[in-house]
């Protein structure tokens, strides 16, 4: 309904999609976990250089990785991209 939406915009618990789902996306003990559909590949966007991408190999997709963001990092969002090149992302994530 539209006060359930609203309270999940509020409390920043949405993602953005042009295609993929964002199954999950969880911390547990200060490492990022993301449960998606099958896609190419998983990126960890993070401020500067720190983030990670988990590719696809051997034309298997991927649908989980997990990244533990190092100390430098202060904020990290998720971003699946599948064979189309269609994208979802996540809000940042800022206590992990």
Same mark, same amino acid.
């Given at each position: 309904n539209?006060?359930? =939406?609203?309270?999940a915009?509020?409390s !920043?618990?949405f993602?953005? %999609? ?8 969880? =911390?547990?003990?200060?490492v990022?976990?993301?449960?998606? %559909?099958p896609?190419?590949? =998983?990126?960890?966007?993070?401020n !500067?250089?720190y ?8 034309? %298997? ?5 997990e ?5 430098e990092?202060?904020?990290v ?10 994208t979802?992302w %996540?809000n940042? =994530?800022?206590n992990?």
């Amino acid at each position: 309904n539209a006060e359930a =939406i609203l309270a999940a915009v509020r409390s !920043g618990l949405f993602y953005a %999609s042009c295609g993929p789902t964002l199954e999950h996306v969880g =911390i547990d003990d200060g490492v990022v976990r993301v449960r998606t %559909s099958p896609v190419a590949y =998983i990126s960890f966007v993070c401020n !500067g250089p720190y983030g990670a991408h988990m590719y696809r190999e051997g034309g %298997s997709p991927v649908t989980e990785a997990e990244f533990r963001p190092p100390p430098e990092a202060f904020y990290v969002r998720v971003e699946a991209t599948d064979l189309a090149g269609r994208t979802a992302w %996540s809000n940042p =994530i800022f206590n992990f």
